[in-house]
């Protein structure tokens, strides 16, 4: 693949046992680092592709088509019943934007990957293995906080874009499960990202057979990328 000035080479990774179905075999498409920019990266997302680390990959599997891209425009979302109660949940939560990991991010990542995520790929997580995830040679990430009584109990780890939001990863406090700070940290996502004029909020992947990853369709409007491109299209603005 090619854009004006920059070329890269995309390699295949071999065969292995699928992280979100288990009965399946994964394998990825993998790009070099080499070249690679926030620009370019975003029209790469818009291909279906992925970033973990400095790392862009995207599902490529022999048998399985699971893994669907998935968005949000976020200049037509639109907050459930159900988003809205988890917003109203956590109006005692402050939040701010930080451009550094600290221990404390660490230390919470730790807590909720060996609380939550045992089973995983993740597992055990350590300080390098975050920062090999987290971080990119080419991007630096936006991390979004959550404070409760000034103790962080939340960060979303954030890729900003010319045009979009990329979401990466989140992680909170597993005490706190009944405050939903999962989708509270998507919801201000949408929410940051309509205030910086951006158009689109990245969330990875919706695998509908997979308890763990299908979750993203309850945020609507979305869309879906097929062979046709993404689905359904957002509509042209009303002209006055």
């Given amino acids: 693949m090619s854009s004006k000035a ?6 295949k990774t071999q065969t292995f046992n699928c992280s979100y179905l288990s009965e399946e075999m994964e394998q ?61 949940n956590n109006k005692d939560i402050t939040w701010q ?9 660490y230390a919470l990542y730790e ?15 350590s300080p ?3 920062h090999n995830f987290i971080s990119a040679n080419w991007l630096s990430p936006m ?8 103790t962080l109990i939340g960060v979303a780890v954030t890729d900003i874009l010319p045009n979009s939001f990329s979401a990466i990863y989140s992680f909170f406090e597993p005490e706190e499960h009944k405050r939903s700070l999962g989708s509270f940290l998507i919801l201000l996502q949408c929410r940051i990202a309509k205030m910086m004029q951006k158009e689109f909020l990245y969330l990875g992947y919706q695998i509908d057979e997979s308890r763990k ?8 409007p979305h869309q879906i990328l097929t062979s046709s491109g993404w689905l359904p299209a957002v509509p042209s603005p009303t002209k006055p």
């Fill in 213 to 220: 990853m299908a979750y993203k369709r309850s945020y609507n």
């Fill in 111 to 125: 807590r909720y990957i060996n609380e939550r995520h045992r089973d995983g790929g993740m597992y055990p997580p």
């Fill in 97 to 105: 934007i930080v451009d550094h990991h600290t221990e404390q991010h």
């Fill in 6 to 11: 920059q070329k890269f080479s995309v390699g």
């Fill in 143 to 150: 991390l979004i906080e959550l404070t409760l009584d000034e």
């Fill in 28 to 88: 990825l498409l993998v790009i070099q680092e080499q070249g690679l920019n926030p620009s370019l990266f975003e029209q790469l997302l818009s291909l279906g592709f992925r970033r973990s680390g400095s790392t862009i990959y995207r599902p490529d599997c022999p048998h399985c088509h699971a893994c669907l891209p998935i968005r949000i425009p976020v200049n037509y979302f639109k907050p459930s019943k159900r988003q809205k109660r988890t917003i109203n």
């Fill in 128 to 130: 390098e293995q975050y």
